[in-house]
């Protein structure tokens, strides 16, 4: 779509809200109904050309007494809804009283298809009429939105009759999904919320799609395939997908369809998707689009995907989820619980700031097992999904169940500011649990955070795009699993790593001088015992606890309330059996390509140092990571002597003499 045509009709819909709401509404309450009207206005224009045909078979079926109306009405009107009431938006216009425009406008709402009726329900949009009709501005909202400067239609205006020449070109679906976000994120912006918080940008929901569906190009089949996405936003992830898939598929002279799922939390970006499904004229594909939280309440839960695709929210608290499947602790759902041969469990839940994980593992749990293709999954996530979490945390976890079972074929790093809700970089990870015989036990890491171009004008965050020949040459890169300064192609073991706690006995001397504080030994016999044993030692200082516990004769309860007054830590005295010293406790990342593993890397990294160390076998870990620092690190040229010295003068000379007089005289 066209960035002059799309900044247009934004800013034109955008006025509609300073010009007619601004005395009536508070800035942040716009997009109560200006959101709403954009959906009816683009359902009005899609159903105007067909109006006299759904009039004229409502005429025939009322007469006949028909009362299941619906599927024929949308027949008639040539898309998954319609309209039956005599109005179009353009006659309201007319209606000089307030309370007959009330009345036609309503009874113009009321005669949407039950689809609309919910997309409607969601927005809230009638708790608004009433309020428009009191400050008698309803009319004004219809007028502007019915303006023909702006063409919120499928089909072009042509400056005349001939038809030759176009006034306002079509908005194809997509463009119609990218107003909606960016009027959404305009208003997010204004109330100071997450801006575009349910939109991707095209260029990555393109290369997404790219790396889901080129791979496997060639093996695309006379078939139907199904795509999903668990956090669809407005949908237009989805409809690209499919637009690339029937364009693949085209190209091969194969004859595909393509079934759409969806699942979208926020009432209004889900009404805006279902709109969206409705207006490709497909009221099956708006069905399959859920409403609610996907990690909570999956409406999808016996499903299984050939293609997913997502952008699920990071970075954003899911602890109303967890406490809904009844506590992080509780949570027994087999998308977020693997279990080991043995029986052992792998909890994978993260910590409740931070949910994006569980949307992947939730993509993966609807992988197909029993395809030739099996599933392929493209989600995005900021860097915490590839690193944050230690050994054995639910993140960790996750990381390990995704890698151990072979299922990640690359993450491609971003540029920053790709994004129009954070100027953070940014991971696409790359799924499959059928991967090509060259990938397996393999991860690619592709480095592409120098892929960019800037934008003409920043959207929010995002700053910069990705061009049609850098996602290509991404993509040339993946399939190649080329290796280069930017490429890399890694065993699986090499993001794995032991977690070990190194131990260091506990070292005490004891000085049977020091007064033991009264209330310490409460009973009289356990002060007297203590008192005769040390009586009997013969000696008031030692550096061996053991030995004089031992030769003290006393009991266990009554050293344990005297040793914390007794003794101090000395490195001088001998070690406690067993007992570690806290704080001298280490831990060590072991990778798992350390050759020799765990005892080796001790050998030779521990037991030279600290010679009493031991590990504690029962505190051991096993973690995974993904660090691109690691294989990508980026370090500057060392700056040569000449060029430092000539800075110093430099900084000398704005100094007045006083960096020399500091320096005594060294430059």
């Not at 976000?181 to 260029?203: C, M, S």
């Not at 637009?243 to 004859?255: C, E, Q, S, V």
């Not at 003409?456 to 280069?484: A, P, T």
Request: charged letters at 30%; a negative charge; aromatic letters at 8%.
């Amino acid at each position: 779509m066209d960035n002059q045509v799309h900044n247009a009709i934004v800013s034109f819909i955008w006025g509609i809200a300073d010009d007619c709401l601004r005395d009536v509404y508070v800035r942040g309450k716009y997009r109560d109904v200006i959101l709403p009207m954009t959906v009816i206005r683009r359902l009005d224009a899609m159903l105007e050309d067909t109006k006299p045909a759904v009039l004229a078979m409502k005429e025939k079926m009322d007469a006949a007494g028909i009362t299941n109306q619906w599927p024929a009405l949308c027949n008639a009107a040539g898309q998954a809804f319609c309209n039956p009431s005599p109005f179009l938006l353009k006659d309201l216009t007319s209606r000089a009283k307030k309370q007959t425009l009330k009345v036609d406008f309503e009874a113009y709402l009321d005669g949407f298809s039950p689809n609309v009726q919910e997309i409607l329900e969601k927005f809230k949009f009638r708790n608004q009429i009433d309020t428009m009709i009191d400050a008698d501005i309803l009319g004004a909202v219809i007028e502007k939105f019915i303006s023909p400067t702006i063409n919120l239609s499928p089909k072009p205006v042509y400056t005349d009759d001939t038809m030759k020449t176009i006034k306002l070109p079509a908005l194809d679906n997509h463009g119609m999904g990218t107003v909606f976000e960016e009027l959404i994120r305009k208003f997010n912006e204004e109330n100071n919320e997450e801006a575009g918080e349910h939109w991707t940008p095209r260029d990555v929901v393109e290369l997404m799609a790219d790396l889901i569906f080129v791979p496997v190009a060639d093996q695309i089949k006379d078939a139907t395939y199904s795509c999903y996405d668990g956090a669809c936003g407005t949908g237009g992830m989805l409809t690209v997908a499919q637009d690339r898939l029937m364009t693949l598929a085209r190209r091969r002279g194969k004859n595909v369809s393509i079934h759409l799922f969806g699942q979208e939390i926020n009432p209004e970006t889900y009404a805006i998707c279902k709109a969206d499904m409705l207006l490709k004229g497909d009221g099956e594909q708006a069905e399959h689009i859920s409403y609610g939280s996907t990690l909570s309440a999956d409406g999808n839960a016996s499903r299984q995907f050939d293609f997913m695709l997502s952008n699920p929210p990071y970075g954003k608290s899911w602890k109303t989820d967890a406490e809904k499947m009844g506590g992080k602790k509780e949570i027994l759902d087999s998308r977020f619980n693997a279990y080991f041969e043995g029986g052992e469990q792998l909890q994978m839940i993260p910590r409740t700031s931070d949910g994006q994980l569980l949307f992947l593992l939730n993509n993966v749990s609807k992988m197909k097992k029993d395809t030739e293709l099996g599933s392929r999954i493209a989600e995005v996530h900021n860097g915490s999904s590839i690193f944050t979490g230690d050994a054995g945390s639910g993140e960790s976890n996750a990381r390990r169940y995704l890698i151990e079972n072979d299922f990640v074929e690359a993450i491609i790093a971003l540029p920053d500011k790709m994004f129009y809700n954070t100027p953070l970089g940014t991971y696409i990870w790359i799924l499959s649990n059928k991967k090509e015989e060259r990938r397996k036990g393999k991860i690619q890491l592709i480095d592409a955070t120098e892929m960019k171009a800037p934008l003409l004008k920043k959207l929010g965050d995002k700053s910069f795009q990705l061009k049609e020949e850098q996602r290509k040459e991404i993509v040339r890169i993946f399939m190649d699993m080329e290796e280069s300064a930017i490429s890399k192609v890694l065993r699986n073991e090499e993001f794995g790593f032991w977690s070990i706690t190194v131990e260091r006995p506990l070292r005490l001397s004891v000085d049977l001088c020091s007064d033991i504080p009264d209330g310490i030994l409460k009973k009289a016999d356990e002060k007297q015992a203590y008192l005769e044993a040390i009586k009997k030692l013969g000696y008031t200082e030692s550096d061996d606890w053991n030995e004089f516990a031992r030769a003290s004769k006393l009991k266990a309860s009554i050293l344990k309330k005297v040793r914390p007054y007794i003794t101090a830590v000395s490195p001088k005295a001998k070690p406690i059996v067993g007992e570690p010293d806290v704080s001298l406790r280490d831990t060590e990342i072991i990778p798992f390509v350390y050759d020799g593993g765990i005892k080796a890397y001790f050998d030779n990294e521990v037991l030279p140092f600290t010679e009493d160390a031991w590990i504690d076998e029962k505190k051991m870990q096993i973690g995974y990571e993904v660090s691109f620092a690691k294989y990508f690190s980026k370090s500057k040229p060392v700056r040569d002597l000449a060029t430092i010295v000539e800075e110093f003068k430099d900084l000398e000379a704005t100094t007045d003499g006083m960096l020399s007089e500091i320096l005594g005289g060294l430059i």
